[in-house]
């Protein structure tokens, strides 16, 4: 599974125009680097100096955006001011989805080159 298209409970208002179909597509190696890094913030110490620190919510959230591929015909990624248009609803229907992706993705990995114990049908062509 690369890809699963749904569609949105309230939508992304754009202009007049009320996007409702979301295609995601899976985060590739470039889409979590950049995510990381643009989620990196300096940091002020006590002592003068300044510490880089990265936001966990933030990664997910620039990864996310990042795997939007459209939302109706309003083309990705999205920017994180496109995800504050957004419902909570909406928001967290993207986050699920994406979770899935990822679980399937993980799934298809876990099972790579497994072998069918005898008697189970699974993995037998």
Do not use: C, W
Request: aromatic letters at 4%.
């Amino acid at each position: 599974m690369s890809n699963t298209t749904f569609t949105l409970f309230d939508g992304l208002q754009i202009g007049t125009t009320k996007h409702m179909e979301v295609e995601l597509r899976v985060p590739n190696a470039g889409d979590i680097i950049d995510g990381g890094m643009e989620s990196e913030r300096l940091v002020p110490t006590p002592d003068g100096g300044f510490v880089l620190v990265q936001s966990p919510y933030m990664v997910g959230l620039n990864v996310l955006r990042r795997q939007v591929v459209h939302v109706g015909s309003y083309q990705g990624p999205l920017s994180l001011a496109d995800l504050r248009l957004l419902s909570r609803d909406d928001l967290a229907l993207i986050q699920q989805r994406a979770e899935q992706l990822d679980q399937a993705l993980a799934q298809g990995i876990s099972d790579r080159g497994r072998a069918a114990a005898p008697g189970d049908g699974a993995n037998q062509s």
